[in-house]
């Protein structure tokens, strides 16, 4: 009798431990299921897309840049200086792709045209 109770025991005690190493594992792939994925290049899209923005509204507050020419040329900085961008708290817009430079001193082109204004950033 003693031999049936050892036996029921050791047998719960290895159902107890399979299930728990299967809901450990089970547990751990739905943890990562539920992470959100980086898109490094969307980001990058997003930031341009929005200084984009920022210079079409410059252009249209500031109507005066197109009296000599059409065409003005000017740098994300100067989006910062008007307070028309908001950088980083180094004063830096940061690159999603490439966390060590800056897109700072990225050229952005505007021009005015019948239609609207164009902005184009140099990639």
């Not at 431990?17 to 809901?23: C, D, P, S």
């Amino acid at each position: 009798m003693s031999l049936v109770k050892d036996k029921k025991i050791l047998i719960l005690g290895i159902i107890l431990v399979v299930f728990t190493i299967i809901y450990f594992i089970i547990a751990n792939q739905i943890s990562y299921a539920f992470e959100p994925e980086y898109d490094m290049n969307a980001a990058y899209e997003a930031t341009i897309d929005t200084i984009k923005k920022s210079a079409e509204y410059y252009a249209n507050n500031n109507p005066d840049i197109f009296a000599a020419q059409n065409v003005k040329v000017i740098k994300v900085q100067d989006l910062i200086d008007q307070q028309l961008y908001t950088p980083n708290s180094q004063g830096d817009v940061s690159n999603p792709i490439n966390s060590e430079e800056t897109l700072n001193e990225k050229r952005i082109t505007i021009r005015k045209e019948t239609d609207g204004i164009v902005v184009t950033i140099d990639k």
